[in-house]
């Protein structure tokens, strides 16, 4: 099992090298077969093709034995990965299923942060984005379902990793007022217009302004 959302895990526990986690890393996004010169490519691009394909095959020596494959001039990662747990679960939530409370952590983490690779770069930026929609969707869900705990949890952790996201922020609010919490409804939005304002120089959508007032949450939501 390899773990790439959050920080990376590797189970059974081995100590591996930091060429052999970066291939690691490299197949378990391409989530398919990847040609060794790719391979070699993206992973020392500043060397020549020789000197790429010479460390691709002596950090596929040093790789654990049977955690990658091989087929003609073909690689392939030989292990679950979480990421793969995720994705499924973000496309279940985006077509309107709940999450658990195990699901939601899973989500609530980007890949490998710190990681700052120019081929990983893509990938964890879609699947924040990803992410972020199941995790507002699911809110949203489970709002209307009833389930505000999960709903809350949820709406948190889209808020959390998209705090200038209007729409996270509403989701989370709505949630908060089905909890009949207004407190909290009223902190969410009044950071959010202080981000907005700081960081855009713009206020929170009208229609957002007008739904806390209809709410009762304050008399006066702009400073």
């Given at each position: 099992m390899i773990g790439i959302v959050g920080p990376l895990g590797v189970k059974p526990l081995v100590r591996l090298s930091i060429p052999v986690r970066r291939l690691f890393v490299l197949l378990a996004i391409s989530g398919a077969p990847i040609l060794r010169e790719v391979a070699a490519a993206r992973l020392w691009p500043e060397?020549?093709?020789?000197?790429?394909?010479?460390?691709?095959?002596?950090?596929?020596?040093?790789?654990?034995?049977?955690?990658?494959?091989?087929?003609?001039?073909?690689?392939?990662?030989?292990?679950?990965?979480d990421f793969y747990a995720a994705r499924r679960v973000a496309g279940a939530a985006i077509e309107g299923e709940a999450l658990s409370f195990d699901e939601i952590e899973l989500l609530s983490q980007d890949i490998l942060p710190g990681w700052a690779e120019e081929w990983l770069i893509p990938a964890q930026e879609n699947f924040r984005l990803l992410r972020v929609q199941a995790l507002e969707t699911a809110c949203r869900t489970m709002t209307r379902s009833g389930k505000l705990a999960l709903a809350a949890?949820?709406?948190?952790?889209?808020?959390?990793?998209?705090?200038?996201?209007?729409s996270a922020a509403e989701a989370l609010i709505q949630c908060y007022l089905a909890q009949h919490n207004r407190a909290k409804a009223?902190?969410?939005?009044?950071?959010?217009?202080h981000r907005l304002n700081t960081e855009l120089g713009v206020e929170p959508d009208p229609?957002?302004?007008?739904?806390?007032?209809?709410a009762g949450v304050g008399s006066s939501l702009i400073h």
């Open positions: 060397q020549s093709d020789q000197a790429a394909r010479s460390n691709l095959r002596r950090t596929l020596f040093q790789a654990p034995k049977d955690w990658v494959s091989s087929e003609g001039d073909e690689i392939r990662l030989v292990a679950d990965v949890q949820a709406g948190a952790a889209a808020h959390s990793a998209e705090p200038l996201s209007e009223r902190r969410c939005f009044d950071a959010l217009a229609t957002l302004i007008s739904r806390l007032a209809e």
